[in-house]
């Protein structure tokens, strides 16, 4: 069971808007700004896409956001692609004293 | 560009050792903190440990506090894992990451295979 609650999986047609979520507790992600989304294609190690609830680093697309509203926080990707189609993971810093980073189980985004 | 290379992985028995190794280059290695993740097969991320810049504190989660030890060589631009009473359940794909400013990893290794395994 992992720390942080995503949708197993999410799926849109090209073109398309989707958005996975990612709940948490006001001990990581309602507490912090340091919400971060990883894309992972499969066999491939994952990728930054979003940090600090809503920043992209350089290079990726403008189409993926980041937002954040109480312990839940969001990944929308807009004009849906299929090399858009992965695994997606949220992360938080947390206060846990059982951790220090905490991950989610991670989205499966299927592009139709 | 940032790289990141492990290395050490491979098949171990139960209570066995093994050491990992994450050779870093493209960025000023001494200056930042890294992490070691690690992914089950066909399951999510988990995080493991983090080592501070200059290895002054080290962080581990509970699945391997005791276990696992997390340890850097600033002059050899590398960071290692040592794996001791390997178990069934630390098997998994384990990758390094790099640090920023104890917030997200913003950049990964390709991962290296451990298997625990009689």
């Known amino acids: 069971q992992s720390a942080l609650t995503q949708p197993a999986s999410v799926s849109g047609s090209p073109g398309q808007s989707i958005t996975i979520s990612c709940t948490g507790t006001?001990?990581?992600?309602?507490?912090?700004?340091?919400v971060s989304w990883y894309q992972q294609h499969p066999g491939k190690a994952p990728k930054l896409m979003i940090y600090?609830?809503?920043n992209r680093p350089s290079g990726v697309s403008n189409r993926f956001s980041g937002s954040k509203s109480g312990n839940t926080a969001s990944l929308t990707i807009s004009g849906l692609q299929a090399e858009d189609e992965a695994d997606y993971y949220c992360?938080?810093?947390?206060?846990?004293?059982?951790?220090?980073?905490?991950f989610g189980g991670g989205t499966k985004l299927t592009v139709l | 560009q940032v790289q990141l290379v492990e290395s050490g992985g491979g098949v171990v028995q139960p209570g066995g050792s093994l050491r990992l190794s994450c050779a870093a280059s493209g960025f000023t290695f001494s200056s930042y903190g890294m992490h070691w993740v690690r992914q089950a097969p066909g399951k999510g991320l988990e995080w493991v440990a983090f080592i501070r810049y200059d290895g002054s504190n080290k962080y581990y989660a509970d699945s391997v506090k005791g276990r696992f030890t997390i340890s850097r060589d600033n002059s050899k631009n590398t960071l290692y894992l040592q794996m001791n009473s390997l178990r069934a359940e630390d098997t998994a794909v384990y990758y390094c990451?790099?640090?920023?400013?104890?917030?997200?990893?913003?950049?990964w290794g390709q991962g290296t295979l451990v298997t625990v395994s009689s």
């Open positions: 990451a790099k640090d920023a400013r104890m917030d997200y990893f913003d950049y």
């Open positions: 006001s001990s990581d992600v309602g507490g912090y700004n340091y």
């Open positions: 992360s938080s810093y947390t206060s846990s004293s059982t951790l220090n980073w905490v």
């Open positions: 600090d609830v809503s």
